[in-house]
């Protein structure tokens, strides 16, 4: 693991360290100037209440009667009142002033003395405290880089994992696990695409070449040649549609550039109608009841996407089988009959090119299974939400489209 960078681990040392240096400055100096200010009458005041007692030992005893009040010429000599006020003779209080002077000053000597070495002491031990917790700091932004520095498309599948209490890097590094895995689908899911898009569009152009390598070969006769021709029409047909599903799958990923109100409801119906013909012809019944909806979003790409639906719902039904197209106010809701869905198949089913059942070749009415990813697509364009869900009887499948916005 990669140390954190160093010009960021000495500014926030430098930063923690002055801080903890100055709040030390400020209160030595704090302590300083409040014993200065009281130390001189704490001394005067203990070297004068002491004076009466010890009478200054050395020095001269002054006259009994500077001490206490006269008294009685009857009453006998009594020691002074330790309560009562003495009054001190003018060389006692000199020696007192000098006493106390000296006291004051070796004092404050010894304290500022002393307060300095603890301050330097201080701030050698803030400095090392500071750069080692600026280490601490800063070990989860040098995780989160060393795992940036070290991911591709290969491995990104790795996690940062970041183990600690919550707070702001804990988030960090979760919204970066969680932004890998949204890069590890979209990579996935581009990987799939590219590949199925290859095979997609390599057997088209492997039955052209077919038809035009063995069906022509020598001297065809007329009936082959306008069977061939026929195929490959029908070959460059479908092959178009994939490529006209792609194009529509790549501009729906790009989102909206514009936007206006579009009547859904009218969508819906005229979806119906224009599939009406080709539901006949596969013995499905198609309902619609269309309540009003209108969303802000693209007249194309919302017919495409209620389009997918109702196609889907038809071509992937059984005889006899029915078409359920409802709109309203909850969105679009698109329910078929048909084969039954596996639960865990569903969301297979909207991604490009998957089918419920593998398609073996090019048969009539049969798409290139992009359908159901273009619709995903336009909902996500939309900000809308996309609910499938397989139906429990009678087969097919339930879709669900609800926009945020909507009247």
Do not use: C
Not at 11 to 36: D, N, P, S
Not at 174 to 183: C, H, Q, W
Not at 268 to 277: E, F, I, K, N, S
Not at 326 to 340: A, D, K, L, Q, Y
Request: aromatic share 4%; hydrophobic share 45%; glycine share 10%.
């Amino acid at each position: 693991m990669r140390r954190p960078v160093t010009g960021e681990r000495s500014r926030l040392t430098a930063l923690y360290g002055g801080l903890l240096l100055l709040a030390g400055a400020l209160l030595t100096g704090v302590v300083y100037f409040l014993v200065k200010e009281g130390l001189y009458s704490s001394i005067s005041l203990a070297v004068t209440s002491t004076v009466p007692a010890r009478r200054l030992e050395g020095l001269p005893t002054p006259d009994p009667t500077a001490f206490v009040p006269a008294t009685p010429a009857t009453a006998a000599p009594t020691s002074p009142d330790p309560g009562a006020t003495v009054r001190l003779p003018s060389e006692v209080m000199a020696i007192t002033r000098t006493v106390s002077d000296a006291a004051e000053s070796a004092a404050l000597e010894r304290l500022l003395t002393v307060s300095l070495i603890v301050l330097a002491a201080y701030a050698v031990l803030s400095v090392v405290l500071a750069w080692w917790m600026a280490g601490r700091v800063l070990r989860p932004v040098a995780v989160i880089t060393e795992t940036a520095r070290r991911l591709s498309g290969e491995n990104l599948h790795e996690r940062i994992a970041l183990d600690g209490p919550p707070g702001e890097l804990k988030r960090l590094a979760d919204t970066f696990d969680g932004m890998l895995g949204r890069m590890e689908g979209l990579v996935s899911a581009q990987q799939r695409f590219a590949a199925n898009a290859a095979h997609e569009l390599r057997t088209p152009v492997a039955v052209q070449r077919a038809a035009a390598e063995i069906g022509l070969a020598g001297e065809p006769s007329p009936e082959r040649v306008a069977r061939i021709r026929a195929k490959l029409i029908e070959v460059a047909d479908d092959s178009e549609r994939i490529i006209a599903g792609l194009l529509l799958l790549a501009a729906s990923d790009q989102g909206l550039r514009e936007r206006s109100r579009v009547a859904v409801d009218e969508v819906a119906r005229q979806a119906v109608d224009a599939l009406t013909a080709e539901a006949a012809e596969q013995g499905v019944t198609v309902s619609v009841r269309a309540r009003p909806l209108t969303v802000d979003g693209d007249a194309v790409l919302l017919d495409r996407l209620v389009h997918n639906l109702v196609v889907n719902g038809v071509r992937h039904n059984v005889p006899g089988g029915r078409v359920d197209v409802r709109t309203g106010p909850e969105g679009i809701e698109v329910s078929n009959t048909g084969p039954e869905v596996p639960p865990a198949t569903v969301p297979l089913l909207f991604e490009p090119f998957r089918r419920l059942t593998e398609r073996g070749t090019h048969g009539p009415g049969e798409g290139a299974g992009l359908g159901l990813s273009i619709v995903e697509s336009i909902a996500r364009a939309h900000d809308a939400t996309l609910e499938a869900s397989a139906n429990p009887e009678g087969g097919g499948l339930t879709v669900r489209v609800r926009f945020a916005g909507r009247d």
